[in-house]
Nanobody
Framework: QSQFVESGGRMVYPGRSLRLRCNSA????????VGWFRQAPGKEREGISC????????MYSASVRGRFTVSRAGAEDEISLQMDNVRPEDTGTYFC?????????????????????WGQGTQVTVSL
């Protein structure tokens, strides 16, 4: 089953930085655009970023634009989310996923319904 493995989540103070990583398990992710999503307790899953298959095009939600940076690199196509100046409202479980429909290499939107192959997520807690 195609799935991602997310890592890097931890507790961090407000204003600090954190880097999340996402690696595919059992499929070639480099032909897909990859989205990052998060879900806070009691809230719906929110799309926050997407990167195209070649890494040349990115997309961000208004809530993270200017603070978070998505990138992808390496022979194993590790997708990273650099989180700077984090805020308590960034707390949640972070997931990555690939585009569901063709053209698979482009970011269609930040809607979770446009993505598939969800991992188990990694927990980020921003608190004093």
């Amino acid at each position: 089953q195609s799935q991602f493995v997310e890592s890097g989540g931890r507790m961090v103070y407000p204003g600090r930085s954190l880097r999340l990583r996402c690696n595919s398990a059992g499929f070639p992710s480099n032909i897909y655009a990859v989205g990052w999503f998060r879900q806070a307790p009691g809230k719906e899953r929110e799309g926050i970023s997407c990167i195209s298959d070649g890494g040349t095009s990115t997309m961000y939600s208004a809530s993270v634009r200017g603070r978070f940076t998505v990138s992808r690199a390496g022979a194993e196509d590790e997708i990273s989310l650099q989180m700077d100046n984090v805020r308590p409202e960034d707390t949640g479980t972070y997931f990555c996923a690939i585009t569901r429909d063709a053209p698979w290499g482009r970011c269609p939107s930040l809607s979770p319904g446009d993505f598939r192959a969800w991992g188990q997520g990694t927990q980020v807690t921003v608190s004093l």
